[in-house]
């Protein structure tokens, strides 16, 4: 239940504000909003089941004091990847696939090499053994960011501008990588 908790609340954290969160808003404003849940569900999966499972492995190879420190780094480098920020603007494209697969196949794309993945992979990998746990957590906070990107995304987007919501992801990434190497070499 631990990994569930944690790996909800770290991907859900990461994922506000991110450049997918915005993809699935422009999605919405073009496609139903059903159909673009539903190609986001399918993205997500994808992405966070590869992601889970390498970090699976990892954590059965790598002892888990040492995945504590890992863990920590990956954090930290979240919270300065997080303030430095997306300089890609993701569009809505057509596509002959269908609002289903397009949203889905856009999503897996955009969410490649994210940090949410690798959060995902991280999280995996430092609660050994729990694995579904962790995949549940991730997909779900994914789900719970995502879906406020669909319906109340331009009520976000005006409200809280990017930028603060990047120093605040930035700041949890930051505060849990620091407290974890804390933790790993004086607690």
Same mark, same amino acid.
């Given at each position: 239940?631990? @990994? ?11 994922? $506000? ?22 190609? $986001?569900?399918? @993205? ?12 699976? #492995? ?15 780094v ?8 997080t ?23 856009t ?15 991280? $999280? ?6 729990a694995?579904?746990?962790?995949l ?16 109340? @995304? ?5 409200r ?13 990434? #930051? ?13």
């Open positions: 239940m631990e @990994g569930l908790l944690a790996s909800f609340f770290v991907v859900l954290i990461a994922e $506000m504000g991110d450049k997918t969160q915005f993809l699935v808003m422009a999605f919405a404003a073009k496609y139903d909003w059903k159909r673009v849940f539903c190609g $986001m569900l399918l @993205g997500i999966l994808v992405v966070h089941s590869v992601a889970v499972a390498v970090g699976a #492995l990892a954590g059965e190879w790598i002892p888990a004091d040492l995945m504590a420190i890992i863990a920590s990956i954090f930290i480098i979240f919270g300065i990847w303030l430095r920020g997306d300089e890609e603007e993701e569009e809505a494209h057509d596509s002959s696939f269908g609002p289903v697969l397009t949203v889905a196949s999503f897996a794309i955009g969410e490649m090499g994210d940090k949410t993945q690798f959060a995902a992979m991280t $999280m995996a990998a430092q609660y050994d053994g694995w579904l746990g962790v549940i957590g991730a997909v779900l906070g994914m789900i719970v960011a995502d879906s406020l990107g669909i319906i109340a @995304g331009s009520w976000l987007h005006c809280l501008p990017a930028k603060k919501m990047r120093w605040f992801s930035a700041g949890i990434f #930051l505060l849990f990588g620091v407290a974890g190497l804390w933790t790993s070499f004086w607690g």
